[in-house]
């Protein structure tokens, strides 16, 4: 009987739809941060040669604001 009034509820179901709005979000920079860290270190690699491990863990480190410097 709850999960019936639950589902039907519209303060539950925008709550749900917020969620789900900011997992994608949450997702796609989590996706970007990866991508640019990996271009990163594909670019480096081609320039320098592979990275030593302090480097990379540094990279792997990073958020996109200190990737994008």
Known sequence: MWN???EDSSIVQDWLA???QKGKAEGKAEG???HA????LR???AKFGPADPASAARIEAS???QLDQ
């Open 4 to 6: 019936s009034v639950l």
């Open 18 to 20: 917020r969620a789900e």
């Open 32 to 34: 970007t941060v990866t």
């Open 37 to 40: 860290r990996a271009m990163l």
């Open 43 to 45: 670019q480096g690699t």
């Open 63 to 65: 958020d996109i604001d």
